[in-house]
């Protein structure tokens, strides 16, 4: 069984070892540690957390577009871990997860990747 070391930064770094094959949420919650979650199918976006070092494959998600990808989102629910990883976890690590879609629209590169276009317009 391949492990990885997970460690959560926004809790006192605590350190778990986990199955690089089962969901991180699965696997973190069943050592004891409280995460929020809703469907456990990477739709509803509660479980995400904030990759701070490290890797994962979240390609099952449907929640998070790609701005949320690339500020370090995982989706706990659905994520293996392919590295040691280091994590903020909770509704603390959603300081970037949301904004104000009238204040501050997504950019058309910033959607979800099936509707996303090139970040810039090569023609132009
Ligand atoms: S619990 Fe819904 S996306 Fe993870």
Same mark, same amino acid.
Request: aromatic share 6%; with cysteine.
């Given at each position: 069984m391949s492990m990885h070391s997970i460690t959560l930064r926004n809790r006192d770094n605590t350190t778990y070892q986990v199955d690089a094959k089962k969901p991180l949420l699965e696997s973190l919650r069943a050592q004891g540690v409280d995460l929020p979650y809703g469907?456990?199918?990477?739709?509803?976006?509660?479980c995400a957390a904030k990759l701070i070092e490290g890797d994962v494959n979240q390609k099952a998600q449907v929640a998070l577009n790609n701005r949320q990808i690339n500020e370090g989102?995982?989706? !706990?629910?659905?994520a293996r871990p392919v590295a040691d990883c280091t994590f903020d976890i909770g509704?603390?690590?959603?300081?970037? !997860?949301?904004?104000?879609p009238f204040l501050d629209p997504l950019k058309p590169h910033e959607l979800k990747a099936d509707i996303a276009s090139p970040a810039e317009d090569p023609v132009k």
């Amino acid at each position: 069984m391949s492990m990885h070391s997970i460690t959560l930064r926004n809790r006192d770094n605590t350190t778990y070892q986990v199955d690089a094959k089962k969901p991180l949420l699965e696997s973190l919650r069943a050592q004891g540690v409280d995460l929020p979650y809703g469907c456990k199918y990477g739709g509803c976006i509660t479980c995400a957390a904030k990759l701070i070092e490290g890797d994962v494959n979240q390609k099952a998600q449907v929640a998070l577009n790609n701005r949320q990808i690339n500020e370090g989102y995982v989706i !706990l629910c659905v994520a293996r871990p392919v590295a040691d990883c280091t994590f903020d976890i909770g509704v603390e690590s959603h300081d970037r !997860l949301y904004r104000n879609p009238f204040l501050d629209p997504l950019k058309p590169h910033e959607l979800k990747a099936d509707i996303a276009s090139p970040a810039e317009d090569p023609v132009k």
